[in-house]
């Protein structure tokens, strides 16, 4: 999806999906955020996977509670306690942003996440995740197709959406069928952050 976007926005700002094959020296990091003040950030390392996720206008939100809900951080484990304290993952006073919080160690068989007793079950998506992650649930190239065109309401190539989510290589002809405006080498910072393959 950064891939994507990448060339679909060449400004970064009014993107919604980015990927940083080296967000520091032993983790890359996948991130959203809407522009209204949702966002997600998946950091991976050799601890794993650790999601958090923030909808501003959640029941759950760490403002209406003065402190993330009970249950969404109490359980996160050692090993992604700095992700749990990372101040790009807060506000500018330390509040974690956070509604939805889930992680993956190596040897898990599945994704974890905190005992929490949801707001009244009347809230559909309390947390926000539903909304927040709808793109990694529904991983087809049909799905982001849909979102892309209706975001930056332009037409948008399926096949050329097919074979990024292929994991194809990027090539001259991908690039000028998502956006004739842009050359592959104008790519280069995007390519070599995000770590997707040019051909």
């Not at 506000?91 to 942003?97: A, F, T, W, Y």
């Not at 197709?145 to 097919?162: F, G, K, N, Q, S």
Request: glycine share 6%; proline share 8%; aromatic share 12%.
């Amino acid at each position: 999806m950064a891939a994507l976007e990448a060339v679909l926005s060449p400004e970064w700002e009014s993107r919604r999906h980015s990927f940083d094959d080296h967000w520091s020296e032993t983790e890359s990091m996948a991130s959203m955020r809407s522009g209204s003040g949702d966002e997600y950030s998946i950091v991976f390392s050799a601890a794993g996977a650790y999601v958090r996720g923030f909808d501003h206008e959640s029941p759950m939100s760490p403002y209406a509670e003065d402190g993330p809900w009970p249950g969404v951080l109490d359980e996160v484990p050692e090993a992604f306690r700095t992700c749990v304290e990372e101040p790009a993952f807060s506000d500018e006073d330390g509040m974690p942003l956070v509604t939805a919080c889930t992680w993956r160690e190596p040897a898990d068989d599945r994704w974890k996440s905190g005992t929490i007793a949801f707001p009244d079950a009347a809230t559909e998506d309390p947390d926000g995740a539903g909304y927040l992650f709808q793109l990694l649930v529904d991983r087809t190239p049909e799905a982001f197709h849909r979102w892309a065109e209706d975001y930056y309401e332009i037409p948008v190539d399926l096949e050329a959406v097919r074979h990024v989510f292929s994991s194809h290589p990027l090539t001259e002809e991908v690039v000028h069928t998502l956006n004739s405006e842009i050359v592959l080498a104008d790519l280069s910072e995007d390519i070599a952050e995000t770590g997707y393959p040019t051909s």
